[in-house]
């Protein structure tokens, strides 16, 4: 409150409180133009659209809720938030609960370049374009030629139909996204890992604590908050996945990997229904926003402030 | 030699490393690190197995896709996939156009970021705190919410299928801008106050005393900006209809469509084209890069 307080003094105006203004507005300048123009109009009017029926050409029709209520009864839009809600449930939990544990194991190695080259390894994926891993694991993936069917076959199990079948197309882009953004979340989690002070191991060792107790009283319970923040952008950033599905299955089998950016894209660009596209999108962002809230209410529960 | 190992330790912690040498002789202990580091090794294996592959495949014969085993070493170091992408497509104004929307990004949000940075951490103005909120609400908003307006408003100006849709709207960056206020925050006081007294004005502070000790926080802007944007796709899809204005990733798919091209060795070699910049780009600044996404991680912690 004190700055505004201070720059609010206009009755009396000082030379220097009116240049140090002018001079803070002409600094933010560029980034508040940006944000006017492609984030807080497109929100209001994207917000607003979603009250419309426009296909682009002709006059947009004022038509109320009715864009929500046919959504409601839209069996394909509720399959795709069903398939969007399984895809962030599952990617979040394998990505997050994996990068964790893959994080505590790097962590307890001695050895420093071992520590080094698994750090890197795991996060190499998370710099290359996801067109270009869902390019390479649709390759890979193949089902009669495909190389990771062959050695599947070589170790004697059957073979997959890793990007045929509903179940294990959806199965793929799961264990794909896992590929390319578990080091990332490893990152975080080692991160968090260098915060917890030794002493407090050095006082467990002392006191006869085993790895697994040290493990469950002290590095998760000190991990929490990277978790909890972990968690949060995971799901954030699953809600809104499009481009692994749009370039490997292009939602298919049927509609088992279609999701709800995938829909928007497709009514937007696709049928001109613009004001549809747009009632998906303000639903999209309440069910992250309501996400988010909920785990930021429940987080108060079990993260670990210190 | 696990006692050799340990007994060179952390010399920051000696006797945490004494403690760790009395429970290296218990063998439990010993088979734990196995146990422990056995998969970590192998969970990297998968992570390189399908970029060993890309490579090996790009050198391939079509005729060898069918052979079993598939051979991880090629047979021979054939080029003709990479001739093939070449002549169906224009890899290198793809490449370019990349590199130019790449660049014009970084240093575009390195000047504004860096501007709003200063702005927000050591200025006093009306309504900072209001539009400071604002620009931190904008990022939990998905960007699918602003598709249809911006599309619109792109249209507008001008910019539908060119390079610079690809620029002007990512030109300025709101978690830049908080990396950059964080970092500013942290420069002492006396020194822009010295600067004051001889008679500098904000933007000299900004130009002569801020930018120059900013170099760790923008070198990982830097480069976190220059991955996202060089790995963007969804803007590109929606903006750029002709080929010759595509970025990479959206050239990968043009080329898949091509006659021929789908899963083949062609594609695999426009893969490692695409990989190789990348990885090199990765190991330069491996450091950096870790670093920044430590940084925001912690940044929410």
Same mark, same amino acid.
């Given at each position: 409150m004190a700055p505004l307080r201070a720059g609010l003094r206009w009755k009396k105006p000082k030379p220097l409180v009116v240049r140090e203004a002018i001079a803070g507005y002409f600094f933010i300048l560029p980034t508040l133009l940006s944000f006017l123009v492609f984030f807080l109009i497109p929100t209001i009017s994207g917000l607003g659209m979603s009250f419309f029926d426009w296909d682009f050409f002709s006059e947009p029709e004022y038509v109320g809720l009715d864009n929500f209520l046919e959504l409601a009864d839209d069996k394909l839009f509720i399959t795709t938030l069903k398939n969007t809600a399984l895809f962030a449930i599952s990617a979040t939990a394998l990505n997050v609960g994996l990068g964790m544990f893959i994080a505590i194991g790097i962590n307890s190695i001695k050895w420093r370049w071992l520590k080094a080259f698994l750090r890197t390894a795991y996060f190499i994926p998370f710099v290359i374009s996801t067109v270009v891993v869902a390019l390479l694991f649709g390759f890979l993936l193949q089902e009669s030629t495909g190389v990771v069917n062959y050695y599947l076959t070589r170790l004697g199990f059957d073979k997959v139909p890793w990007l045929s079948s509903s179940l294990w197309a959806f199965r793929s882009i799961v264990l794909i996204d896992v590929w390319k953004h578990v080091g990332f979340f490893t990152l975080i989690f080692l991160a968090g890992l260098q915060a917890i002070p030794r002493e407090l191991y050095e006082a467990a060792l002392v006191d006869g604590a085993g790895r697994l107790v040290r493990l469950r009283r002290i590095t998760i319970p000190l991990l929490t908050p990277s978790l909890f923040f972990s968690l949060v952008i995971a799901l954030i950033g699953a809600f809104q996945v499009f481009e692994s599905m749009f370039v490997?299955?292009?939602?298919g089998p049927g509609d088992a990997t279609r999701t709800v950016v995938m829909l928007l894209y497709r009514e937007a660009f696709g049928s001109f229904n613009m004001g549809y596209a747009a009632s998906m999108a303000v639903v999209l962002f309440l069910v992250i926003l309501a996400l988010t809230i909920t785990q930021v209410r429940l987080g108060d529960r079990w993260v670990f402030y210190r | 030699m696990t006692n050799a190992v340990l007994a060179k330790g952390n010399p920051a912690l000696p006797d945490f490393n004494k403690f760790r040498d009395k429970l290296s002789h218990n063998w439990r202990a010993y088979l734990a690190n196995v146990t422990l580091t056995l998969p970590l090794v192998l969970g990297s294996l998968i992570m390189f197995l399908p970029l060993v592959w890309a490579v090996s495949f790009s050198f391939g014969q079509p005729h060898e896709f069918f052979k079993l085993p598939p051979p991880v070493i090629p047979s021979a170091f054939r080029l003709d996939n990479y001739d093939v992408v070449f002549e169906r497509v224009d890899f290198l104004r793809f490449f370019l156009n990349s590199v130019i929307v790449t660049t014009c990004v970084t240093i575009a949000q390195l000047i504004s970021c860096s501007m709003a940075g200063y702005a927000f951490a050591r200025l006093r103005f009306p309504g900072k705190r209001i539009i400071f909120i604002g620009f931190l609400a904008s !990022? !939990?908003? *998905?960007?699918h919410v602003t598709l249809i307006p911006v599309f619109i408003i792109i249209r507008g100006m001008g &910019?539908?299928?060119? &390079?610079g849709a690809l620029i002007v709207p990512y030109a300025t960056s709101v978690f830049g801008t908080f990396l950059l206020k964080q970092f500013f925050? +942290?420069? *002492?006081?006396e020194l822009e106050d010295a600067a004051k007294i001889d008679g500098a004005g904000f933007l000299q502070i900004y130009r002569r005393i801020m930018l120059p000790l900013a170099g760790p926080p923008l070198a990982t802007l830097a480069i976190l900006t220059f991955n996202s944007s060089w790995n963007n796709f969804f803007w590109p899809l929606i903006f750029i209809n002709s080929s010759d204005k595509m970025t990479l990733p959206l050239g990968m798919l043009y080329l898949r469509g091509?006659?021929?091209? +789908?899963?083949s060795g062609v594609l695999m070699a426009a893969i490692v084209l695409n990989l190789v910049p990348v990885l090199i780009f990765f190991l330069i600044f491996q450091r950096r890069l870790v670093e920044g996404v430590t940084l925001s991680g912690l940044k929410g912690a």
């Amino acid at each position: 409150m004190a700055p505004l307080r201070a720059g609010l003094r206009w009755k009396k105006p000082k030379p220097l409180v009116v240049r140090e203004a002018i001079a803070g507005y002409f600094f933010i300048l560029p980034t508040l133009l940006s944000f006017l123009v492609f984030f807080l109009i497109p929100t209001i009017s994207g917000l607003g659209m979603s009250f419309f029926d426009w296909d682009f050409f002709s006059e947009p029709e004022y038509v109320g809720l009715d864009n929500f209520l046919e959504l409601a009864d839209d069996k394909l839009f509720i399959t795709t938030l069903k398939n969007t809600a399984l895809f962030a449930i599952s990617a979040t939990a394998l990505n997050v609960g994996l990068g964790m544990f893959i994080a505590i194991g790097i962590n307890s190695i001695k050895w420093r370049w071992l520590k080094a080259f698994l750090r890197t390894a795991y996060f190499i994926p998370f710099v290359i374009s996801t067109v270009v891993v869902a390019l390479l694991f649709g390759f890979l993936l193949q089902e009669s030629t495909g190389v990771v069917n062959y050695y599947l076959t070589r170790l004697g199990f059957d073979k997959v139909p890793w990007l045929s079948s509903s179940l294990w197309a959806f199965r793929s882009i799961v264990l794909i996204d896992v590929w390319k953004h578990v080091g990332f979340f490893t990152l975080i989690f080692l991160a968090g890992l260098q915060a917890i002070p030794r002493e407090l191991y050095e006082a467990a060792l002392v006191d006869g604590a085993g790895r697994l107790v040290r493990l469950r009283r002290i590095t998760i319970p000190l991990l929490t908050p990277s978790l909890f923040f972990s968690l949060v952008i995971a799901l954030i950033g699953a809600f809104q996945v499009f481009e692994s599905m749009f370039v490997l299955t292009n939602g298919g089998p049927g509609d088992a990997t279609r999701t709800v950016v995938m829909l928007l894209y497709r009514e937007a660009f696709g049928s001109f229904n613009m004001g549809y596209a747009a009632s998906m999108a303000v639903v999209l962002f309440l069910v992250i926003l309501a996400l988010t809230i909920t785990q930021v209410r429940l987080g108060d529960r079990w993260v670990f402030y210190r | 030699m696990t006692n050799a190992v340990l007994a060179k330790g952390n010399p920051a912690l000696p006797d945490f490393n004494k403690f760790r040498d009395k429970l290296s002789h218990n063998w439990r202990a010993y088979l734990a690190n196995v146990t422990l580091t056995l998969p970590l090794v192998l969970g990297s294996l998968i992570m390189f197995l399908p970029l060993v592959w890309a490579v090996s495949f790009s050198f391939g014969q079509p005729h060898e896709f069918f052979k079993l085993p598939p051979p991880v070493i090629p047979s021979a170091f054939r080029l003709d996939n990479y001739d093939v992408v070449f002549e169906r497509v224009d890899f290198l104004r793809f490449f370019l156009n990349s590199v130019i929307v790449t660049t014009c990004v970084t240093i575009a949000q390195l000047i504004s970021c860096s501007m709003a940075g200063y702005a927000f951490a050591r200025l006093r103005f009306p309504g900072k705190r209001i539009i400071f909120i604002g620009f931190l609400a904008s !990022m !939990m908003v *998905p960007q699918h919410v602003t598709l249809i307006p911006v599309f619109i408003i792109i249209r507008g100006m001008g &910019l539908y299928n060119n &390079l610079g849709a690809l620029i002007v709207p990512y030109a300025t960056s709101v978690f830049g801008t908080f990396l950059l206020k964080q970092f500013f925050e +942290t420069i *002492p006081d006396e020194l822009e106050d010295a600067a004051k007294i001889d008679g500098a004005g904000f933007l000299q502070i900004y130009r002569r005393i801020m930018l120059p000790l900013a170099g760790p926080p923008l070198a990982t802007l830097a480069i976190l900006t220059f991955n996202s944007s060089w790995n963007n796709f969804f803007w590109p899809l929606i903006f750029i209809n002709s080929s010759d204005k595509m970025t990479l990733p959206l050239g990968m798919l043009y080329l898949r469509g091509q006659d021929g091209v +789908t899963n083949s060795g062609v594609l695999m070699a426009a893969i490692v084209l695409n990989l190789v910049p990348v990885l090199i780009f990765f190991l330069i600044f491996q450091r950096r890069l870790v670093e920044g996404v430590t940084l925001s991680g912690l940044k929410g912690a």
